[in-house]
């Protein structure tokens, strides 16, 4: 018997969370700073970006913590958690810039990559040590509550742990919380954006929602099913995978005429 499915609504463990996030980027650091000049220079699917421009992006996509606790606390919060990975899809031509900026910085030797990334993980230790989870933090968002931009950088580590994992045939593991929070919030936006109760999407062990318009299930085995692994879920819910090809090699299970989810992926931009 699967578990109840949950509200949109979701609450985090924040101490979970800030050990996650920690975890993940150390296992990144570990991976990275053993890679080759070669492997460096490999393509990864993120369009034109290099191995050596997703290493740089890491950091940078962690280094918006400490950048956003350093900053004046903003006035209001812009963003709530639920609304983050729709909205990141704006920003874009932003990252790409940026993250080409820090690339170029980086790609003077291994030293300046070990650099930023050790200078990288002793700034988010000390913001995380001594920052409340309830401060407003400015980020490109605008303000938004640090517990609730902590997870979110659960979805970037993840999502882009397999990116780096694709690009070089590493296998960088994935901490569990990390990886747990990845999904349910992604499970969580798709509740969100297509609202409903009609369809149950399963992704065991970590989350069950219900979304898409329809007879709402109450009771017994629901009509319209869609199941499928952790992992499997991110790549779907971040372009990686494409939903048809995910049916076909039998990594999604869809039951049901409403199970259909392809019109409504991917949910990350």
Not at 161 to 179: F, H, M
Request: glycine share 6%; with cysteine; aromatic share 4%.
């Amino acid at each position: 018997m699967p578990p109840t499915a949950r509200k949109r609504t979701r609450s985090y463990d924040p101490a979970r969370i800030r050990a996650a996030v920690l975890a993940q980027f150390d296992h990144v650091r570990a991976a990275v700073l053993g890679l080759t000049p070669e492997q460096l220079a490999l393509p990864t699917r993120l369009g034109a970006w290099t191995v050596l421009e997703l290493a740089a992006h890491i950091t940078m996509a962690v280094r918006s913590v400490t950048r956003g606790v350093a900053a004046p606390a903003p006035a209001t919060r812009d963003l709530a958690l639920h609304q983050w990975p729709l909205a990141t899809r704006r920003f874009a031509a932003d990252v790409d810039h940026d993250t080409r900026e820090i690339a170029e910085a980086a790609a003077d030797g291994p030293e300046a990559l070990a650099a930023l990334y050790e200078e990288t993980r002793r700034e988010l230790a000390a913001a995380l040590a001594d920052t409340p989870g309830e401060r407003l933090i400015t980020t490109r968002f605008g303000g938004v509550r640090l517990d609730d931009f902590l997870v979110t950088r659960t979805v970037e580590l993840t999502v882009h742990t397999d990116d780096l994992n694709t690009a070089t045939g590493l296998e960088i593991p994935y901490d569990r919380q990390a990886l747990a929070a990845c999904v349910r919030l992604l499970a969580d936006t798709l509740a969100t954006s297509a609202p409903g109760g009609s369809v149950e999407v399963r992704i065991p062990p970590f989350a069950v929602v219900q979304c898409v318009e329809g007879p709402r299930h109450t009771r017994g085995t629901p009509p319209n099913v869609v199941e499928t692994d952790p992992l499997t879920w991110v790549r779907l819910a971040t372009g990686r995978t494409e939903w048809g090809a995910a049916l076909a090699e039998a990594r999604v299970h869809a039951s049901g005429e409403r199970a259909d989810l392809s019109a409504r992926l991917p949910l990350l931009g």
